[in-house]
């Protein structure tokens, strides 16, 4: 998995509780991302980061936050998580545009059931 | 607004047979094309991936076909295994300056021995 760790890999939290999410990264890679995939859906852009402390939001990104305070590290925050943000998290990471490789490579994912 | 559509969501092959994959996009500023695998309980792995200055690539038994004017592309798997039984997303995006990418649904694909 290209150096990319994700914790946990497996959470149940209740309605309402905030959950974060992390991932790790080994290539210093400079950009990085978090989707959701859900079935019938594929997997959707949430928040992504081109640099420390630069971050923005993608297609799904209501009710949630993300933080980047060293390269290696991107936090997805789930403020108050809800029902409908059960779904399993991937984190990925790529080099920027314009490098010859700027594939995104993707961790193991986190499931993440909201009861 | 689903900017890649892809088709169809399963598809049943037998050994040795093509498994072919489709997608249509919308955005006509899309140019890079990549299609990633996904084994259950891991994460998607890019495959193969083409840009539109060219109408086929290909990777041992993978080939992505691309037609620019129909804004569509598929995936050909050749003698197809037991062991690509996956399920197969395909993808696009302005490589610009932040590489977002916009996948379709998926496709799982299963060949049977």
């Excluded at chain 1, 029902?83 to 920027?96: D, G, L, R």
């Excluded at chain 2, 259950?40 to 004017?69: C, H, M, Q, W, Y």
């Excluded at chain 2, 690509?84 to 998926?106: P, Q, W």
Aim: glycine share 8%; charged share 20%; net charge positive.
């Amino acid at each position: 998995d290209a150096g990319i760790t994700q914790s946990p890999r497996h959470k149940v939290t209740e309605t309402g509780t905030p959950v974060t999410l992390r991932c790790h990264q080994t290539e210093n890679h400079r950009y990085m991302y978090w989707y959701r995939q859900d079935p019938g859906h594929g997997l959707r852009l949430i928040h992504y980061s081109y640099g420390v402390k630069d971050t923005d939001k993608g297609e799904v990104s209501d009710g949630y936050s993300v933080s980047r305070s060293k390269t290696e590290d991107f936090l997805l925050t789930l403020e108050s998580a809800t029902s409908s943000q059960t779904s399993v998290y991937f984190c990925a990471i790529s080099e920027p545009p314009g490098r010859l490789s700027y594939e995104q490579y993707f961790g193991p994912g986190t499931r993440l059931t909201v009861t | 607004q689903q900017q890649v559509k892809q088709s169809p969501q399963s598809l049943i092959v037998q050994k040795g047979g093509i498994s072919i994959i489709n997608c249509a996009y919308e955005n006509t500023a899309f140019d890079y094309f990549p299609w990633y695998q996904q084994f259950p309980g891991k994460g998607p792995a890019l495959l193969i991936a083409i840009r539109p200055d060219v109408s086929e690539k290909k990777e041992g038994r993978f080939t992505i076909s691309f037609n620019k004017s129909a804004k569509q592309f598929s995936l050909h798997i050749m003698d197809s295994q037991p062991g690509d039984s996956a399920t197969y997303f395909c993808a696009a995006s302005t490589r610009g300056a932040t590489n977002k990418l916009i996948f379709g649904t998926g496709t799982l694909l299963a060949v049977q021995p």
